[in-house]
T-cell receptor
């Protein structure tokens, strides 16, 4: 497995509370991504990063923010969690070298917002 | 309309059968076409990729791309119970982003 870890792996929280998910990589890859996966929707991109402090929005970014202060860490924050943010969250990395942009995924975080 | 459409199934086949999966897409800029496999409660992993149109074979797996029809397929021959997983198609225009289909869940019955 590519060296990607996500923490926590499971979390249950209440509506309105802030939540931060962490992605850590040991591959020194330039690009990092946060996706959410929901039945019938597949993987949808929330935010991505193309370098330290360089981030941009994906297709479902509302209600989420990210930060990347080091190459190896990419944080996803839900400022005020809502039940619609109950999902499985995956972090992915890519080196941006191969033309087809193979992405390597972490094990996922299951988030439940009550 | 979604950029990438994939029938979520589920698909159940007996061991040894041929599994046929497909996706359609609308973005003509897509050049790279991939299939990811995702086992239950795991992250997806790349199974195969194809550039532009044509076929690619890797063991029991064959990927086909028809850019004129905006249609891609994955065939699994001599399917095994270990092939039971969700298969996601993914596409790229050559930049750093991928567009995924919804995934098709496949069960191969022993």
């Amino acid at each position: 497995d590519a060296g990607i870890t996500q923490s926590p792996r499971h979390k249950v929280t209440e509506t309105g509370t802030p939540v931060t998910l962490r992605c850590h990589q040991t591959e020194n890859h330039r690009y990092m991504y946060w996706y959410r996966q929901d039945p019938g929707h597949g993987l949808r991109l929330i935010h991505y990063s193309y370098g330290v402090k360089d981030t941009d929005k994906g297709e479902v970014s509302d209600g989420y923010s990210v930060s990347r202060s080091k190459t190896e860490d990419f944080l996803l924050t839900l400022e005020s969690a809502t039940s619609s943010q109950t999902s499985v969250y995956f972090c992915a990395i890519s080196d941006g070298v191969v033309s087809y942009n193979e992405q390597f995924f972490g094990p996922g975080t299951r988030l439940t917002v009550l | 309309q979604k950029e990438v459409e994939q029938d979520p199934g589920p698909l159940s086949v007996p061991e040894g059968a041929i599994v046929s999966l497909n996706c359609t897409y609308s973005n003509s800029a897509f050049q790279y076409f991939m299939w990811y496999r995702q086992y239950s409660r795991k992250g997806p992993e790349l199974l195969m990729y194809t550039y532009s149109s044509g076929n690619k074979e890797d063991g029991r797996f064959t990927a086909q791309v028809d850019k004129s029809s905006k249609y891609i397929s994955l065939f699994i021959r001599d399917s095994q119970p270990s092939d039971s997983a969700t298969y996601l198609c993914a596409m790229s225009a050559g930049d750093y982003k991928l567009s995924f289909g919804a995934g098709t869940t496949v069960t191969v019955r022993a």
